[in-house]
């Protein structure tokens, strides 16, 4: 495995996917500002150095760690249209829900979770602190070999609506590296929504949102938009992993996956070679069993969270695992994101994540306002009867984002980490988890480590396809071929090839930062001293 060394400091960090966001977090830190000041401001630069996978109309979840070794979440997701029942999606002769246009999209979290995470937790206001993004917005950016790379990979859609041609094309073309365009009316709504984050919900732009979505066929009253905009701070899930308390952040995010999957591999994980064919098949059964869980029995508006993750049922879920691992001694007891962690010098830490579900969301911006729209119910919710995750109004499709925090029984900080990566996010945390806890790696070394994916997950496009265990060759050959011949249909993948971007930063015994950030994508960790 090559990595770089992880970076060292004693005064606050701040890891990101972009250099640019790592360092309007830091600068927020070193004139005074806390760790949800900096993660505030490194997440209003995302929108601009990340915008297919991140922005305004999109998804947010956090979860922070205070000084006193309290812990709280914030959770950023909306509901769809109140006209949006299965019926009327099967009238039109759909037997799924679009994953693009306006019938994919659920009101966005994310100005709402924003909100509240400043209301609690910031000391700075939104205006001095969403205003380096909107200079940039005003400016543009030039693009990266990373929005090229999304623009390629949506440009039938992107260059259907005028918005997203105007902001990420060359006339229509893919652009070139290092082309650079301005978006004035975003930066207008960036400076608004810092003014007055809850005029997303009520007010002129709130109403032509609805109007855009209306006036493409999706039947949203406005009723459901303004219901999405109160989002409190909950208490955080937690669940030990050996040594660890890992905090998460509870439903409709898939946090509790997280947290089952580490109660289904207990103790028995570390004691297997790192990244070998042991280790790899009981993450990916747990895994398995999660999503099998998930699809089973989870909604956002019923109680399978609670079921799953009780005593009697990690048991039998490790009765599951060891009735898949056949002979192994294994003793039975129990698209598209973006994210980043900070830690201050106090010792406060915040995991944040938001997205707008696939590449560029729904491709669907409202006029006049630059935002682009996610398009979380088409990914996240089912047209399949009685299901506990079938389209309904006012019923919030399950999510793939989460975020954790890892402290130690009295509250100290430990760990905080997150990743992007849709159904790959609760796999590859826990995978993250296993090379910090069980294996000693430091944040770098456990972020840039070969990864594994277990397919299909949760999406609604890929339910009924045949299962497999898409591995980085950067695990040995002799390892795969292992797990090959134990029965699993392994599907090799480049080194670095699975998607992603990890972000870590712990803390050293000895009390100062160590931070790592995924070489899969461009981003950075950056301290201060």
């Known amino acids: 495995m090559i990595t770089r060394p992880p970076t060292m400091a004693t005064r606050g960090m701040v890891a990101t996917s972009h250099p640019l966001a790592s360092a309007a977090g830091l600068r927020v830190l070193s004139e005074g500002g806390n760790a949800v000041d900096a993660a505030l401001a490194a997440a209003a630069v995302t929108w601009m150095t990340l915008p297919g996978q991140c922005g305004i109309g999109g998804d947010a979840f956090a979860v922070v760690s205070e000084p006193d070794g309290s812990v709280w979440t914030v959770n950023g997701s909306g509901y769809g249209p109140d006209g949006g029942t299965p019926d009327f999606y099967r009238e039109q002769g759909m037997s799924a829900i679009p994953l693009d246009g306006p019938l994919a999209v659920t009101v966005p979290g994310a100005p709402a979770a924003l909100s509240a995470l ?100 999706a039947p949203f009253s406005g009723d459901e938009w303004q219901a999405s905009g109160s989002v409190a701070p909950e208490a955080a899930l937690a669940a030990r992993y050996g040594d660890a308390v890992i905090h998460q952040t509870p439903s409709p995010s898939a946090g509790w996956m997280v947290l089952q999957q580490a109660q289904l591999c207990g103790p028995e994980l570390g004691m297997t070679p790192w990244m070998g064919a042991d280790a790899i098949e009981t993450m990916a059964v747990a ?15 019923n109680d399978g969270v609670v079921g799953v993750l009780g005593a009697e049922a990690i048991a039998e879920g490790r009765r599951r695992m060891a009735s898949a691992l056949g002979t192994r001694d294994f003793a039975v007891a129990g698209g598209d994101t973006t994210s980043l962690v900070v830690v201050d010098d106090e010792g406060r830490s915040v995991s944040f994540i938001h997205s707008l579900a696939f ?5 669907f911006s409202v006029p ?12 996240g919710a089912y047209l399949i009867d009685g299901h506990p995750n079938e389209v309904k109004p006012r019923r919030k499709p399950l999510h ?30 826990m995978q993250v988890l296993s090379h910090l806890f069980d294996h000693g790696l430091d944040p770098q070394e456990a972020v840039s480590a070969p990864r594994f994916t277990v397919f299909p997950g949760s999406d609604a496009n890929t339910i009924g396809k045949e299962h497999e265990i898409r ?22 993948v480049e080194p670095f090839g699975e998607a992603g971007s990890a972000q870590v930063i712990s803390v ?22």
Not at 370 to 379: A, E, K
Not at 472 to 491: M, N, S, Y
Not at 508 to 529: H, K
């Open 118 to 217: 400043h209301s609690r937790g910031a000391t700075r206001s939104l205006t001095e602190l969403w205003e380096p993004a909107a200079r940039i917005a005003e400016r543009g950016l030039p693009c990266s070999v990373k929005t090229r790379d999304d623009v390629r990979e949506a440009l039938g859609p992107v260059l259907a609506d005028e918005t997203l041609r105007a902001a990420f094309t060359d006339g229509g073309q893919v652009p070139l590296v290092g082309s650079r365009r301005g978006q004035p009316e975003l930066a207008a709504t960036i400076r608004r929504l810092a003014a007055d984050p809850a005029s997303f919900y009520r007010g002129e732009i709130a109403q032509r949102c609805v109007d855009a979505l209306v006036a493409g066929g």
């Open 287 to 301: 895994a398995r069993i999660a999503f099998e869980d998930r699809f089973e029995s989870c909604g956002s508006d």
């Open 359 to 363: 590449t560029f969301g729904a491709k």
């Open 368 to 379: 006049g306002t630059g935002i682009v729209l996610n398009n979380r119910l088409g990914r």
């Open 400 to 429: 793939t984002l989460n975020a954790w925090v890892a402290t130690d029984d009295d509250g100290h900080l430990m760990a905080v980490g997150n990743t992007p990566g849709g159904d790959g996010q609760v796999q590859w945390n």
């Open 471 to 492: 591995i980085e060759t950067g695990v040995a050959a002799e390892t795969r071929d292992e797990l090959r011949r134990r029965g699993h249909a392994v599907r090799d």
């Open 508 to 529: 050293d015994p000895q009390g100062f930062l160590l931070g790592g950030s995924d070489p899969r994508q461009e981003g950075v960790a950056l301290g201060l001293e």
